[in-house]
């Protein structure tokens, strides 16, 4: 099955520098690759997606790169402003007749004001 | 639109007992997923439902879970004879009919903190 690794696990930035947040995985026949968000206590929720017959995807302070001869994918948050703060999981979709979504193990991000 | 709405947000259960939580998927969802999530883990798989039937519970323990979806109501995840190792938060997460690996988002619940004392 799908393998998803996730680095960093926690990540502490300054306000108003960058984050960038890695993964790979396994399965070369995964094509949709979502991010997700959770604040704490709370449900996670879709941030941004990309296929896997694009290259980069970016929405305002937010991207996301993929390259799949390498089979890793990346998010970067420009700009962090300290409501940022959350864990981020990264995802990987399998390929088949339907929606089967392997997680990351998720990254704890920190906004230090 | 409600959203996935889950129930109950916190049960406490004693070692032995059973658990049984509740998940309705958003208005239109035919397909539910759930996943558990361990404290300070990632989100584990653990079974894809349709419609009265379990298409993929590759994530299942193989003793004391269960997991359902009937053609009226909740899908509900069974646990019995519940321990310590239990002890997670259960997301349920919903997509519409028809949505394929290549096509889009998953809908999640708030969750079902379970804690078994």
């Known amino acids: 099955g799908e393998n998803v690794e996730q680095h960093p696990s926690t990540l502490s930035v300054q306000e108003g520098d960058s984050a960038v947040i890695k993964c790979t995985y396994s399965?070369?026949?995964?094509?949709?690759f979502p991010w997700y968000k959770q604040e704490l206590g709370k449900r996670p929720q879709l941030i941004i997606d990309?296929?896997?017959?694009?290259g980069e995807k970016k929405d305002q302070r937010i991207a996301v790169t993929l390259n799949k001869t390498a089979k890793h994918f990346s998010l970067h948050i420009t700009e962090t402003q300290p409501e940022d703060s959350a864990v981020y999981f990264c995802a990987a979709s399998w390929r088949g007749g339907y929606q089967k979504v392997t997680f990351g193990t998720g990254t704890k991000l920190q906004v230090i004001p | 639109n409600a959203g996935v709405m889950q129930n109950p947000r916190h049960l406490v259960r004693r070692r032995g007992q059973e658990a049984r939580l509740r998940c309705s998927p958003m208005?239109?969802?035919?397909?539910v997923y759930w996943y558990r999530q361990l404290p300070e883990e990632g989100l584990k798989f653990m079974v894809y439902?349709?419609?009265?039937?379990?298409?993929?519970e590759s994530g299942m323990p193989k003793e004391r879970f269960s997991a359902e979806f009937p053609k009226e109501g909740p899908s509900i995840l069974r646990i019995q004879q519940v321990v310590r190792g239990d002890s997670a938060a259960y997301f349920c997460a919903s997509s519409p009919p028809g949505q394929t690996a290549n096509t889009g988002e998953l809908f999640f619940g708030e969750g079902s903190r379970l804690t078994v004392l």
């Open positions: 990309i296929r896997s017959n694009v």
């Open positions: 208005k239109g969802h035919s397909h």
């Open positions: 399965d070369s026949a995964s094509n949709y």
């Open positions: 439902l349709q419609k009265e039937n379990i298409i993929d």
